[in-house]
T-cell receptor
Framework: KQEVTQIPAALSVPEGENLVLNCSFT??????LQWFRQDPGKGLTSLLL?????REQTSGRLNASLDKSSGRSTLYIAASQPGDSATYLC?????????????FGQGTILTVHP | DAGVTQSPTHLIKTRGQHVTLRCSPI?????VSWYQQVLGQGPQFIFQ???????GRGNFPDRFSARQFPNYSSELNVNALLLGDSALYLC?????????????FGPGTRLLVL
């Protein structure tokens, strides 16, 4: 059974700091890994999708890496801003299924203070 | 283009009642998935439907059921509500089935069971 863990559970940083969020998964047989952002009481916004054959993806100030063999992914946020404050969720799509089930971590709550 | 839409946004029910939640996917998307997110946790997969057929089911009791209509919209039904069913219910759509697809999430329906 796939299990996804995110560390840290919460993070508070001053504006402008570069930061790293971590995600680990127990079963390396995945199709892809997706990072989402969730604002309080809202749905999920997809940030980056990394296919299993890729090592990293970049979008603006965000960079996500994937190391399938070690079961790890990191989300790097450069020059953080107060608007980045949200919960960040990591989700893996497993190759053991023929359908689009995502297995999520519990999230990292990020607070960026001015 | 409109994103994934869900209705209602909020709902209050009492134990033992029945509830129906609705989801309209992004235009052109044929797959709809349902997730339950309990406060403080990551979403948990409930169902995936593609072309009106169930393609995947998570570890939820038979009180949970769903269907997909010819226009690809979907309903999630929960019978005999329990207090533990209180959660944010998220719908996600994708072009097709399979874990290689990016899933786009709606804003969710917040269900409170009293």
């Amino acid at each position: 059974k796939q299990e996804v863990t995110q560390i840290p559970a919460a993070l508070s940083v001053p504006e402008g700091e570069n930061l790293v969020l971590n995600c680990s998964f127990t079963d390396s047989a995945i199709y892809n890994l997706q990072w989402f952002r969730q604002d309080p009481g809202k749905g999920l916004t997809s940030l980056l999708l990394i296919q299993s054959s890729q090592r990293e993806q970049t979008s603006g100030r965000l960079n996500a890496s994937l190391d399938k063999s070690s079961g790890r992914s990191t989300l790097y946020i450069a020059a953080s801003q107060p608007g980045d404050s949200a919960t960040y969720l990591c989700a893996v799509g497993g190759s053991g299924t023929s359908y689009g089930k995502l297995t999520f971590g519990q999230g990292t709550i990020l607070t960026v203070h001015p | 283009d409109a994103g994934v839409t869900q209705s209602p946004t909020h709902l209050i029910k009492t134990r033992g009642q029945h509830v129906t939640l609705r989801c309209s996917p992004i235009s052109g998307h044929k797959s709809v998935s349902w997730y339950q997110q309990v406060l403080g946790q990551g979403p948990q997969f409930i169902f995936q439907y593609y072309e009106k057929e169930e393609r995947g089911r998570g570890n939820f009791p038979d009180r949970f059921s769903a269907r997909q209509f010819p226009n690809y919209s979907s309903e999630l039904n929960v019978n005999a509500l329990l207090l533990g069913d209180s959660a944010l219910y998220l719908c996600a759509s994708s072009l097709g089935t399979g874990t290689r697809e990016t899933q786009y999430f709606g804003p969710g329906t917040r269900l409170l069971v009293l």
